[in-house]
């Protein structure tokens, strides 16, 4: 059974695919117009968003994709009301008191991609405790990417190369990796985009530059294991039309 599947949980047999994914990133997008179908407020879209989290891993993990990178909040979501951002950080703080010792137990490594700089010191103090207490964890990877976004890492990477005065004939694709966020855990196989938009909204442009991307019309709180069976049966047909 995979190990951040809770051991209750009876796993379902799954569709075969020749082709699988080893690291995909889910963009979480739709939480708010979901909301606002129901009659209910963006706050409850986005706490039945994060309610999906586990929904989505377990799916995950049934394939034995074993990184999975999850667009938590960027660095552009600053510009969303404060109350919206508030309740959105209590929600987060809430998620990450209930799943780290979960996470430890059951051998996933949680990476935070983004900074830490302006976020409410309690729940920073959160983030750093469970990457910290997860560190040694190896079946699999949660990298949350939270006030993220992909033009500031790249450039976090370049001025941390040359603050280590590292020469420019020295550089190159593999060096500058080990400089960002994601170190260690290599380039996306798929980008699943939750909501309809057909943008990468700066996500990770290094790391997805050679991905497969996927966007589907259903909003997150909704996005299941069915809908990920969709998306991989996407990838599928692209590389078996490559054969």
Not at 85 to 101: K, N, S
Request: proline share 4%.
């Amino acid at each position: 059974m995979p190990m951040w599947l809770p051991k209750t949980l009876q796993v379902a047999e799954t569709t075969e695919f020749k082709y699988l994914p080893r690291h995909i990133g889910l963009m979480m997008d739709g939480n708010g117009r979901w909301a606002q179908q129901r009659g209910l407020t963006r706050l409850e879209g986005h706490r039945h968003g994060t309610q999906n989290v586990r929904r989505a891993l377990d799916a995950c993990a049934r394939y034995d994709i074993r990184i999975v990178t999850l667009y938590v909040f960027s660095t552009e979501n600053w510009g969303r009301p404060k109350e919206e951002i508030e309740g959105f950080f209590d929600l987060l703080a809430q998620v990450i008191d209930r799943e780290t010792e979960n996470f430890r137990r059951q051998g996933v490594r949680l990476v935070h991609s983004g900074s830490l700089e302006g976020i409410p010191p309690a729940l920073a103090e959160r983030v750093r405790y469970a990457v910290g207490i997860t560190r040694e964890n190896r079946d699999y990877v949660l990298n949350v990417a939270f006030n993220y976004g992909g033009r500031m890492e790249i450039l976090r990477a370049a001025r941390s190369i040359l603050a280590d005065g590292i020469p420019a004939d020295a550089l190159s694709e593999e060096l500058f990796e080990r400089y960002l966020y994601t170190a260690g855990l290599g380039d996306m196989d798929l980008v699943i985009r939750t909501g309809g938009d057909e943008r990468l909204s700066n996500f990770f442009p290094w790391q997805a530059a050679g991905s497969v991307f996927y966007s589907t019309r259903t909003f997150w709180p909704d996005f299941d294991e069915n809908e990920l069976v969709k998306a991989l049966s996407a990838y599928n047909c692209l590389f078996e039309s490559l054969e």
